[in-house]
């Protein structure tokens, strides 16, 4: 989403020489009116020369002169006006005075004494590469066919210019692998060994990550899903690929670092959209030129990070060759003025989004570096060029920790369903990962998981559109491309149901004239107990249902048909099986209705007749309501703006409040209202007696806006928790805002993984959004003024809709669009695991499966892990089917040690692993977990 930078023509040269005095014979009409040094060094008569700008003012008729410097005199004629040339001097290595003079005749007519200073010798690193769009400049398999060719071409360029000067011979970065990742399974056996022998003859780079994602939407294994490709490759090939690039897009979150260094991917080169591009806060005002590592989240890695000040706009300094010179001066003044440490220099020049390569740039490389002897310019890939920039200043660099929070998620929100679908497809395929490590791990359909999971890391890559400019709105090739992004979600949905389905195929079997049992799956390595709701047509037998334990289960028919099934205790890693007989629901059970009253035994909610908002949330061991009632608000208020003034925004209409489920399991309250930039408004409040938590169910019937308008739409939540300290789920991390990020960060919106929690040290709620990413603190701050620093506050905002953007996504959104919510009020102070475990939860509920009623009532653990206060990420068959891989994430905030119980064969040999499923070190016995750590271990199947 490239937008030209208007970068200014006059050369600010100032503050290297120091003007002492000058000079100008009595009556004479020339002046030297500036001479300034230019940050080049050259050879002459075979001495290292600098150069200087000298500026001449004539008021007089023409004029023969010579102009004098230390080492040379040059003859020039002046006429009237204002005539600038370059002359040379010999360098100086410190502070050294130097006089300019004006003669004519042996007469002076001007003269300045100055001090020189020395030149920086400068090296300026070229990373020329194509931005890959998937999309936007043309359909989506025009491009990926178009970077296949650019691979050639570039070997070809690099083959032509073996023989130039080194610095100019051609190379060309792969900025992301998602092209590669098909070149090398369709080319020729030729192509494919031509291409792998380029990487390693270092001809072609090629950078570690599958695209340029939304870091911020991605979930924690999809985040390593970013190096699957990466993996194949080091693996199949011995390639060694120790750097990544990102570009165009500003900030990612914290959680990269640590895929990353799981990887051995020591570098981050990163260009976002110019300072006068699109939405991108101050992340390159205060990253840009400023080299850093940033540290992992376990603080024990750390990944060195580096951006240019133009970010990937690094080529319109090359676009024309006459002021090639003027624009690369004018750079390593700008920086030497801010007291850049650093000789070396990074430019990121990409002619233009998917644009293929040429050999311009080794042209002017080879002509420049005849030419300079300094600054040198050196065409260089990703990884040497950091290597050697760490070698060098590594020692000095700062380190900072935190979340450099993205800016561009907010373009999710202009596809809220399509975005809720894919978050959904991310957590089933762990689900179904995991369902099939217990039941079948030797036959995982590895090929088919890469697949869903390739689109799933597709939709969140960040090109969701056609180029309005390429293509008009409406038109079919616009609609063709964003049927292609918005099918990457579809796909992923149907593969992921598909293959949770396929993975109970070993305990699955409805049969005739037997009771219909179902089993009850848990996915999460802590017992569980949840609402499981069982289809119509499969429970027509009746409403009773029995557990393993040959007692009648709480159930209830809901309203809709399905059939409602408190599913208790069931096993980590484990299922329980249930029966459905006939005869009615068993009635147990403390959910019950009264008016605009939600209950049971543990909590009580009260509705605003007016709004529709929740007006009253309150625990029945605590006497504190937790919400604000300062302002009208309450929880779950809709707010829609029309534009994007917030100061505009408008409610719903008058509501309808009416009992949809009475109780005694499930009692809900259905709010129907009208509201604007809808057709209808649907609210849900539900409670479920043995689960102290409240649901909401948001549907939102879009209506289409026309004509260019903008509009964003809210949900608010107004938390009454005095003191109150806001933390929000993040992959791979928890971030507290303003406390966890670092300099840049977008702080007017922020893309929540599946929980926030608002604890003070007594009282708290743990609020956990399904569908929905985005979140505002404090007020509807979308397009009001960056915010700088955030202040305080337990109010959060729903960002679930918009339009905002002028390019790339979508200009509206229509249909039935659901946005569920659950609130867990707790009496006490925050507790990390328990609120990383409700955010699972309710995002990778219990699943039930038609199974056998003659098999087995209870399906054991088929591992524990001891102490269990780690979440278990991922329990997956190795992609070889050899193994069981089990990732945990060190969640509770302190380093411990852990112990693994097998129930059944245990395995033959565990071996500490990564993401790419490799031996590293034996594991013999207790093993640690770092806090915020991401540990994985591979466990050999038994024979």
């Known amino acids: 989403m490239r937008k030209a930078i208007a970068i200014a023509a006059s050369l600010l040269f100032s503050g290297l020489l120091t003007v002492t005095s000058a000079t100008r014979a009595e009556n004479s009409p020339t002046r030297i009116a500036d001479v300034r040094d230019l940050p080049v060094l050259l050879t002459e008569n075979g001495k290292l020369a600098q150069l200087l700008e ?82 936007y400049t ?34 060309w970065n792969v900025e992301v692998l998602w092209a590669v990742d098909s070149y090398v399974r369709q080319a020729s056996a030729e192509n494919r060994m031509q291409f792998i022998d380029a ?55 914290w959680g990269l670092t640590s895929v990353l260094a799981d990887a051995g991917v020591k570098y981050l080169a990163f260009g976002p959209n110019g300072d006068e591009g699109n939405r991108i806060g101050s992340s390159l005002r205060a990253w840009g030129d400023k080299p850093f590592y940033w540290v992992t989240p376990c603080g024990r890695h750390k990944i060195l990070c580096w951006s240019p000040q133009e970010g990937y706009y690094g080529m319109d300094f090359f676009v024309k060759k006459d002021t090639i010179f003027q624009r690369l001066c004018e750079r390593l003044r700008r920086l030497e003025d801010r007291g850049y440490a650093y000789d070396m220099v990074q430019l990121r020049p990409s002619f233009s989004d998917n644009g293929p390569p040429t050999i311009e740039l080794s042209e002017i490389a080879k002509d420049w570096n005849t030419r300079y002897v300094y600054p040198k310019l050196i065409i260089a ?83 969701w559109g056609a180029s309005p400019g390429m293509y008009p709105i409406g038109s079919e090739a616009y609609g063709a491309v964003w049927r292609t992004k918005q099918g990457f979600a579809r796909d992923a949905e149907k593969q992921s149901h598909a293959l949770l389905n396929a993975a109970v195929v070993p305990v699955a079997a409805v049969e005739a004239d037997k009771p219909v049992a179902f089993q009850v799956f848990n996915t999460s390595n802590w017992s569980r107990t949840g609402l499981v709701t069982l289809p119509e047509n499969l429970t027509v037998v009746g409403d009773l249902i029995i557990g393993p334990d040959g007692r009648q289960a709480p159930s209830q028919r809901l ?78 208020a809709y707010f829609y703006v029309p534009g994007k003034d917030p100061a505009d925004a408008q409610r719903n209409g008058p ?8 109780g005694p399991l499930v009692a809900s309250l259905l709010v129907k209202s009208d509201a604007p930039g809808c ?95 985005l979140v505002e603190l404090g007020g509807i701050t979308a397009e009001t003024a960056w915010i700088e620093t955030g202040k305080p506050t337990t109010t959060l905002y729903s960002y679930v809709m918009n339009n905002y953007w002028h ?122 977990v770092p806090a915020l750590a991401v540990i994985t271990l591979r466990a050999e199947l038994p024979d």
């Not at 925050?830 to 609120?835: D, H, M, P, R, V």
Request: with cysteine; hydrophobic share 40%.
């Open 54 to 135: 000298i500026r001449i003012d004539h008021d007089g008729p023409s004029a023969d002169v010579t102009v004098l410097t230390p080492m040379r005199a040059e003859r020039l004629v002046l006429e009237r006006g204002t005539r600038t040339l370059e002359m040379a001097v010999p360098a100086v290595t410190a502070n050294t005075p130097v006089r300019i003079a004006v003669e004519q005749g042996g007469k002076t007519l001007a003269s300045k004494l100055a001090t020189l200073r020395p030149v920086r010798k400068w090296e300026v690193y070229l990373q020329q590469f194509s931005h890959v769009d998937i999309g």
């Open 138 to 171: 043309d359909s989506q398999a025009a491009v990926e066919r178009a970077h296949w060719r650019y691979f050639e071409t570039a070997i070809d360029l690099a083959r032509r210019t073996a023989g130039y000067p080194p610095g100019a011979q051609f190379k």
């Open 199 to 253: 990487v390693r003859r270092d001809w072609i780079g090629l950078d570690a990550l599958y695209a340029n994602e939304l870091t911020g939407l991605c979930r924690p294994e999809e985040l390593g899903r970013l190096l699957d490709c990466r993996n194949q490759l080091s693996t199949e090939f011995g390639l060694a690929i120790d750097a990544a690039a990102i570009d165009d897009i500003p900030g990612y979150t």
């Open 381 to 463: 890939t990703t990884s040497p060029m950091m290597r050697e920039f760490e070698r060098r200043y590594g020692t000095t660099l700062p380190e900072v920790r935190g979340d450099f929070t993205p800016y561009w998620e907010d373009g999710a929100a202009s596809s809220a369903l399509e975005t809720g679908v894919n978050r959904a497809a991310a957590e089933r395929l762990v689900q179904a990962e995991t369902l099939w490590a217990m039941l079948n791990p030797g036959a995982f359909p590895s090929d088919a998981f890469r697949c869903a999971w390739r689109n799933v890391v597709l939709f969140d890559e960040h090109t």
């Open 559 to 636: 309203s809709d048909g399905r059939l409602a099934l408190l599913a208790a205790d069931v096993p980590a890693f484990g299922a329980k099986r249930f029966i459905i007989v006939p005869g009615k629901a068993s009635g147990a059970g403390g959910a019950k209705v009264e008016g605009i009253m939600l209950s049971h035994a543990g909590l009580c909610a009260k509705l605003d007749e007016k709004t529709g908002a929740i007006a009253s949330l309150r625990m029945s061991r605590v006497d504190a309501d937790l919400v604000d009632c300062r302002t009208d608000m309450g929880l779950n």
């Open 655 to 662: 509501v309808k409040i009416v009992v949809k489920e009475s």
């Open 679 to 773: 057709h209808a408004l649907e609210r849900e409040v539900r409670m479920i007696d043995g689960l102290n938590h409240l649901e909401i169910i948001n549907t939102v019937d879009k209506r289409k806006i026309d004509g260019g308008r903008k509009e964003g739409v809210h949900f608010g939540f107004a938390f009454h928790v005095p003191g109150g300290v806001v933390r929000m789920d993040i992959p791979w991390a928890v971030m507290r805002p303003e406390v966890d990020q670092i300099p840049g960060a977008c702080k007017n919106w922020f893309t929540v993984q599946r929980w926030i929690d608002v604890s003070s040290d007594h009282l708290g709620v743990t609020w956990a959004t399904i569908e929905a990413p």
């Open 807 to 928: 390019t790339n996504y979508r200009f509206h959104q229509e249909g039935r669009t659901v946005f569920r919510y659950v609130l867990r009020p707790h009496e006490n102070g925050y507790n990390a695991l328990e609120s990383a475990r409700f955010g699972i939860g309710e995002s990778q509920p219990l699943i039930a499966m038609p199974a056998s009623s003659d098999g087995p009532p209870v399906i054991p653990s088929r591992f524990r892990i001891e102490p269990n206060d780690v979440i278990v990420s991922a329990f997956k068959p190795s992609f070889d089917r050899k193994a069981w891989i089990i990732r945990l994430f060190g969640i509770n905030g302190r380093t411990t040690k852990h112990t693994l119980h097998w129930n059944g064969p245990a395995p033959k040999e565990v071996w500490c692993s990564d993401f790419a499923e490799q031996r590293k070190a034996r594991v013999a016995g207790p093993f640690e």
